[in-house]
């Protein structure tokens, strides 16, 4: 984990459960087992209902690059152009300062 600032905190936490699945790390931490770091999008409910807070209001990680690979010749309708046009032009992208190239 490395901050905005490319400052790379002095701790560990104890992993206690680890799972690849966002739906069961968010029942883990939404149990009390732990936390996790996720777009506020994916948990935007919970934080709304209180079931979830920020821990560390202060600490901004630095961004993550997302890259869609696909062949030049996909056509536009194609169903992988489709979706990421679609994420693309999602609101919360914006309002987290992205901009679409």
Same mark, same amino acid.
Request: hydrophobic share 45%; aromatic share 12%; with cysteine.
């Given at each position: 984990?490395?901050? !905005? $600032? #490319?400052?790379?905190?002095?701790? /560990?936490?104890?992993? @206690? +459960?680890?799972?690849?699945?966002?739906?069961?790390?968010?029942?883990?931490? !939404? $149990? #009390?087992?732990?936390?996790?770091? /996720?777009?506020?999008? @994916? +948990?935007?409910?919970?934080?709304?209902?209180?079931?979830?807070?920020?821990? !560390?209001?202060?600490?901004?990680?630095?961004?993550?690059?997302?890259? @869609? +690979?696909?062949?030049?010749?996909?056509?536009?309708?194609?169903?992988?152009?489709?979706?990421?046009?679609?994420?693309?032009?999602?609101?919360?992208?914006?309002?987290?300062?992205?901009?679409?190239?």
């Amino acid at each position: 984990m490395t901050t !905005l $600032d #490319g400052h790379v905190p002095n701790f /560990e936490p104890r992993i @206690a +459960v680890s799972c690849d699945s966002f739906m069961m790390a968010k029942n883990f931490v !939404l $149990d #009390g087992q732990g936390f996790m770091i /996720e777009l506020y999008p @994916a +948990v935007v409910d919970e934080f709304k209902s209180g079931k979830l807070v920020h821990l !560390l209001p202060d600490l901004k990680l630095r961004p993550l690059d997302v890259f @869609a +690979v696909y062949p030049a010749n996909t056509p536009k309708d194609s169903l992988a152009r489709i979706y990421i046009d679609f994420i693309m032009d999602q609101k919360w992208l914006l309002d987290f300062g992205w901009k679409r190239p």
